[in-house]
């Protein structure tokens, strides 16, 4: 699926970010269905295969060795275990199979793996995603050849508010890896994370940013911070639930093909809310027990929540159709 979204001004995106709650979620979900099926949710498996001891010092995440983070670092999983997990995420009725590494890069080392995992899991007949941090050129060239889908990279909030969060790389080392990973052909699934302590400005640039690539990312991950233990972040104020809901509305029309991810959080999110983003254009998911380290909630409540919504999971077929009518 091709995205085609004009260029966003921040005027544009700030003035739609203001318009009263009912005039926008009309809007946001006028949108949707003009682009999706409004009551099918894609669902995506989310697997760590190679946690703690990460270089970088992103400040919402217990996988940093600076955060002081007790977490203990692993080396990255075999492949059989990891197409094991992507084999059970497919019986389970998941379309994506994201696959994430805690690291600043990867190492030449570990490139033959990672190769093998896209290319078994792309055997099973899922899409493939993975996030390992910047890539080199040489490396986007082997995981494109091996059919790796979407290339998980989050710009996690505005340029201005960056270096407030994380100081090891800079906002536009995210960028130039973005740019690389699409120029060779792969998909970009890239969003941030709200309650990090930024201001309504910084979530509306964001979004701008991402609105604004050429294309927009194919998919958006819209998460809400989960403060963990022994990070500069583990006291950070909640986001207004209202204000994470506006920030969904405001994706889903900025970047109306895209696929809008509720991500990190829903743990901690009532059924109401939830279903006030589904309602606002989030239209993906990952299920399962926990999201690298965080928790997620249990497979029976989506599936207790989708009941009551009339929400049904997209299947691998319906995804292909929505590809090919682009």
């Not at 197409?83 to 033959?112: H, Q, V």
């Not at 583990?234 to 109306?256: E, G, S, T, Y």
């Not at 743990?267 to 926990?290: H, K, P, R, W, Y």
Request: proline share 4%.
């Amino acid at each position: 699926m091709k995205n085609t979204a004009p260029i966003w001004s921040r005027e544009a995106a700030q003035a739609l970010y203001d318009l009263p709650l009912m005039d926008l979620l009309f809007r946001a979900q006028t949108v949707h269905r003009e682009n999706f099926d409004p009551n099918k949710v894609q669902t995506s498996k989310l697997l760590s295969i190679k946690t703690g001891g990460c270089a970088e010092d992103c400040a919402y995440c217990s996988q940093s060795a600076r955060n002081g983070s007790k977490l203990s670092a692993s080396k990255l999983i075999e492949v059989q275990r990891v197409l094991t997990e992507a084999r059970k995420a497919r019986d389970g009725g998941a379309t994506r199979f994201c696959m994430g590494a805690a690291w600043r890069e990867p190492k030449d080392r570990d490139m033959d793996a990672l190769v093998a995992m896209v290319e078994g899991v792309r055997e099973m007949g899922m899409e493939t995603c993975m996030t390992l941090g910047m890539l080199d050129d040489n490396q986007v060239v082997r995981l494109r050849d091996a059919g790796l889908d979407y290339y998980n990279h989050n710009i996690d909030t505005s340029e201005r508010y960056y270096p407030e969060v994380i100081t090891t790389r800079t906002f536009a080392d995210r960028i130039d890896t973005m740019n690389r990973v699409q120029e060779a052909g792969i998909k970009v699934c890239s969003g941030g994370i709200l309650g990090m302590g930024e201001e309504v400005e910084d979530r509306v640039d964001m979004l701008v940013t991402l609105a604004n690539m050429n294309p927009a990312p194919d998919s958006v991950p819209i998460n809400m911070l989960m403060p963990q233990e022994d990070t500069p972040l583990a006291d950070a104020k909640p986001i207004d639930p209202i204000d994470f809901v506006r920030v969904i509305a405001v994706a889903r029309i900025m970047m109306p093909q895209s696929y809008v991810r509720l991500s990190a959080g829903r743990s901690d999110m009532s059924e109401e809310l939830q279903a006030m983003c589904f309602f606002a254009g989030a239209n993906s998911i990952f299920v399962g027990e926990t999201l690298l380290t965080a928790e997620n909630p249990e497979e029976d409540t989506d599936a207790i929540l989708f009941a009551k919504l009339g929400l049904q999971a997209e299947t691998s077929v319906e995804k292909s159709c929505l590809d090919a009518a682009e």
